[in-house]
């Protein structure tokens, strides 16, 4: 049991309060990288931007746009094992500090090669901001608010997103190359933010004890269960957390890579799978490439951008609902409904640029609207909820680390070649994602295990790779007492033949495995 005496909290935010707090400060990390995929999607259809790199053709203004992921894809392998070492907190604040230099690099910028290095500096902080804050907000998240927090997460990148095509929009009035120096100036601004806020941000606890840092650890569980040290629910986390590190190290195994895809390869697997098709089901043709898709379709000069822009915040908007929904329906039913949405508007996309009508110019902005809004209700925010929820404590920061390095990757191939598709072969761009996107409606349907509600320390029953733990038991005679009597006589659950078509379509693979402790196990 819990022999961690700890005085009061003498934090003033306590409990919701400071998981809140932290979520919205641990949240301008992927504020961050929303801006930067938007902000060159406007800038670069300038005139002012056109005229400084001497009218760059397809090849320059992809590398441009896409050479951030290099940096990043490097940070992101190298995160996992910095994250381990100096922490999550820290890893925040030296990726807010790369990313800001990167950036003031690309505001002041001399020329092309110039503003390539600051691309890349820039990107080797994203990397590090894109693979820590999903680590670090599932570890200080309770399990049935980690989903809703974690979506929160990606709407403040999307909001970042929006930020940036409007700032483009407005700085495009100015009538010099300040229209694009200042868009890339801010970026400066909210890193230097970010910064600060890590200062004062509490570390992850699971890192803590996981470094036996018992104290500090217990101290922050206390603090995010509203700061009572004989809080039963704290000690039981604690608990729970610190049997969990005891048992991985009683395995006298590794934490090498090597020794991670040997164990937990299908986990790595399917977190890889889910960054690499939430890219390759086309977001970043829209992200990086908004006004350039709408002069394709006829809208032409800062009409385009205006378009993104309106495009931008129905983006924005579509991230609200999985807030809700995401730790009610669970992860399956929103990829699984948004890839077929996702799917069909691409299709229709390419479909009405390929008969170019009158009416093409609209009706892309449609299809595309409705892309973005399943794509931020759906695969924008679950790929990066569902890796840190699946990889266990000692190979999280690793096998996070992997699956953020394999959207980076696919970021790049996606950016660095689209320009040149959409010349080559125009329309057939749209279609070809929409294919990716059937593509992942298969994978999830029949691969991806459901892990809402489920404890981080209890996801390995969810994979069915070890029987139940004997601390499991201990955890439900602490939390036993605390329950309450409707949770006690709920009804029970329904097994996969008494439930209807749809359900047992969309949760076919419903954590099969996973039972939640009730009262009979103790």
């Given at each position: 049991?819990v022999?961690?005496?700890?005085?009061?909290?003498?934090?003033k935010?306590?409990?919701q309060?400071l998981l809140?707090?932290?979520s919205?400060?641990?949240?301008?990390?992927?504020?961050?990288?929303?801006?930067?995929?938007?902000?060159?999607?406007?800038?670069?259809t300038?005139?002012?931007?056109?005229?400084?790199?001497?009218?760059?053709?397809?090849i320059?203004?992809?590398?441009m746009?896409?050479?951030?992921e290099?940096?990043?894809?490097?940070?992101?392998?190298?995160?996992?094992r910095?994250?381990?070492?100096?922490?999550?907190?820290g890893?925040?604040f030296?990726?807010?500090?790369?990313?800001?230099?990167?950036?003031?690099?690309?505001?002041?910028?001399?020329?092309?090669?110039?503003m390539?290095?600051?691309?890349?500096?820039?990107?080797?902080?994203?990397?590090?901001?894109?693979?820590?804050?999903?680590?670090y907000q599932s570890?200080?998240?309770?399990?049935?608010?980690?989903?809703?927090?974690?979506?929160m997460?990606?709407?403040?990148?999307?909001?970042?997103?929006?930020?940036?095509?409007w700032?483009?929009?407005?700085?495009?009035?100015?009538?010099?190359?300040?229209?694009?120096?200042?868009?890339?100036?801010?970026?400066?601004?909210?890193?230097?933010?970010?910064?600060?806020?890590?200062?004062?941000?509490?570390?992850?606890?699971?890192?803590?004890?996981?470094?036996d840092?018992?104290?500090?650890?217990?101290?922050?569980?206390?603090?995010l269960?509203g700061?009572d040290?004989?809080?039963?629910?704290?000690?039981a986390?604690?608990?729970?957390?610190?049997?969990k590190?005891i048992y991985e190290r009683?395995?006298?195994?590794?934490?090498?890579?090597?020794?991670?895809?040997?164990?937990?390869k299908?986990?790595?697997?399917?977190?890889?799978?889910?960054q690499?098709?939430?890219q390759?089901?086309?977001?970043n043709?829209?992200?990086?490439?908004?006004?350039?898709?709408?002069?394709?379709?006829g809208?032409l000069?800062?009409?385009a951008?205006?378009?993104t822009?309106?495009?931008?915040?129905?983006?924005?908007?579509?991230?609200?609902?999985?807030?809700?929904?995401?730790d009610?329906?669970?992860?399956?039913?929103?990829?699984?409904?948004?890839?077929?949405?996702m799917?069909?508007?691409?299709?229709?996309?390419?479909?009405?640029?390929?008969?170019?009508?009158?009416?093409?110019?609209?009706?892309?902005?449609?299809?595309?609207?409705?892309?973005?809004a399943?794509?931020?209700?759906?695969?924008?925010?679950?790929p990066?909820?569902?890796p840190?929820?699946?990889?266990?404590?000692?190979f999280?920061?690793?096998?996070?680390?992997?699956?953020?390095?394999?959207?980076?990757?696919?970021?790049?191939?996606?950016?660095?070649?689209?320009?040149?598709?959409?010349?080559?072969?125009?329309?057939r761009?749209?279609p070809m994602?929409?294919?990716?996107?059937?593509?992942?409606?298969?994978?999830?349907?029949f691969?991806y295990?459901?892990?809402?509600?489920?404890?981080?320390?209890?996801?390995?029953?969810v994979?069915g790779?070890?029987?139940?733990?004997?601390?499991?038991?201990?955890?439900?005679?602490?939390m036993?007492?605390t329950?309450?009597?409707?949770?006690?006589?709920?009804p029970?659950?329904?097994?996969?033949?008494?439930?209807?078509?749809?359900?047992?379509?969309?949760?076919r693979?419903?954590?099969?495995?996973?039972?939640?402790?009730?009262?009979?196990?103790?």
């Open positions: 049991m022999d961690v005496a700890l005085p009061p909290s003498r934090r935010l306590v409990g309060p809140y707090a932290i919205v400060f641990a949240s301008l990390g992927v504020f961050l990288f929303g801006y930067d995929q938007g902000v060159m999607s406007g800038i670069i300038g005139p002012y931007f056109k005229q400084f790199f001497n009218t760059p053709g397809p320059e203004i992809g590398t746009v896409a050479v951030l290099l940096g990043a894809l490097a940070t992101s392998i190298a995160a996992g910095v994250g381990d070492i100096i922490g999550r907190k890893t925040l030296t990726g807010a500090i790369v990313f800001t230099i990167g950036g003031a690099i690309q505001t002041f910028t001399t020329g092309f090669y110039v390539i290095v600051g691309r890349v500096i820039s990107g080797c902080g994203v990397g590090l901001l894109s693979t820590i804050v999903p680590i570890e200080i998240s309770p399990p049935d608010h980690r989903g809703a927090l974690a979506c997460e990606f709407t403040c990148n999307v909001f970042g997103y929006a930020t940036s095509v700032a483009d929009y407005f700085c495009s009035f100015i009538e010099s190359d300040l229209s694009w120096r200042i868009p890339l100036f801010l970026q400066c601004v909210i890193g230097s933010i970010l910064a600060a806020g890590s200062l004062v941000m509490p570390e992850s606890p699971r890192w803590l004890i996981d470094t840092q018992d104290v500090a650890g217990m101290g922050v569980i206390v603090d269960h700061g040290p004989n809080n039963i629910l704290a000690q986390e604690f608990q729970e957390i610190k049997d590190v009683e395995l006298g195994e590794g934490r090498s890579y090597a020794v991670m895809w040997k164990k937990y299908r986990r790595v697997l399917l977190a890889m799978s889910s690499a098709f939430a390759l089901n086309g977001i043709v829209i992200s990086y490439y908004a006004p350039s898709v709408f002069e394709e379709a809208w000069g800062r009409d951008v205006l378009m822009g309106i495009n931008a915040i129905i983006y924005t908007l579509s991230t609200l609902p999985p807030w809700y929904l995401v009610r329906w669970g992860r399956r039913v929103i990829l699984l409904s948004g890839a077929v949405i799917g069909i508007s691409l299709g229709f996309t390419g479909w009405w640029m390929y008969i170019d009508v009158p009416a093409t110019p609209n009706a892309v902005v449609i299809c595309v609207v409705i892309y973005n399943a794509f931020g209700y759906s695969w924008g925010p679950i990066w909820l569902y840190p929820e699946i990889m266990p404590l000692t999280r920061s690793k096998g996070v680390s992997i699956s953020t390095a394999t959207n980076w990757a696919f970021n790049f191939i996606v950016g660095e070649t689209t320009p040149y598709l959409q010349e080559v072969i125009t329309w761009l749209y994602h929409g294919f990716y996107c059937a593509c992942s409606f298969i994978l999830v349907y691969l295990p459901e892990t809402k509600g489920v404890p981080l320390e209890e996801m390995d029953a994979f790779e070890e029987e139940r733990l004997d601390y499991e038991s201990e955890r439900a005679s602490l036993s007492n329950r309450s009597p409707s949770v006690r006589s709920g029970r659950r329904k097994t996969a033949t008494e439930r209807g078509w749809v359900s047992r379509l969309l949760y693979d419903d954590r099969s495995t996973y039972q939640p402790i009730g009262e009979g196990d103790e």
